[in-house]
């Protein structure tokens, strides 16, 4: 059984999985996805970049429920599709990473503001039984123990 990245480069498995960004050396700034040629920071003329591990935790920005398919890289996990979460993250170096929610969430579990936490699980199977994996958002912050 093997377990392999549905994106390569995009993010790192294991116990800690984080998304890898790119990090301007001249200005600092972090970029994801992973970013190479000029620096998109307008105020700055760094063309070269290394690999940085991003913040695991970042706070809900928007959140969304997907009625319908997205286009690449994401694939349906079920036929006829079915509608999923996806949750907006911004995370500590400022960017707002896109991903679907934990299998498990969905809308009902988010609110802005609140904490998600990055985690990886197998978004398909292909032919060889090789699971390819893909980064969501876990929320970390349980809804019901916040009474109004
Ligand atoms: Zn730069």
Redesign the pocket.
């Known amino acids: 059984m093997t377990a392999t990245p549905a994106i390569e480069g995009w993010f790192t498995t294991g116990p800690d999985p984080a998304l890898l960004g790119s990090r301007?050396t001249?200005?600092g700034?972090a970029f994801f996805p992973p970013t190479s040629g000029f620096?998109r920071?307008p105020a700055?003329d760094?063309e070269e970049f290394t690999e940085v591990p991003l913040g695991r935790r970042g706070r809900i920005w928007s959140y969304t429920d997907a009625q319908y398919q997205p286009p690449p890289p994401y694939i349906a996990a079920s036929e006829p599709f079915e509608p999923f979460a996806l949750a907006a993250v911004e995370l500590p170096e400022g960017m707002v990473v896109l991903g679907q929610v934990a299998a498990g969430y969905g809308v009902a579990d988010l609110r802005l503001g609140a904490e998600a936490e990055l985690v990886v699980e197998t978004l398909y199977t292909d032919d060889d039984g090789t699971d390819r994996l893909i980064w969501r958002w876990k929320p970390t912050t349980e809804l019901g123990e916040e009474a109004d």
């Open positions: 301007c001249t200005c700034t620096c920071n700055c760094g």
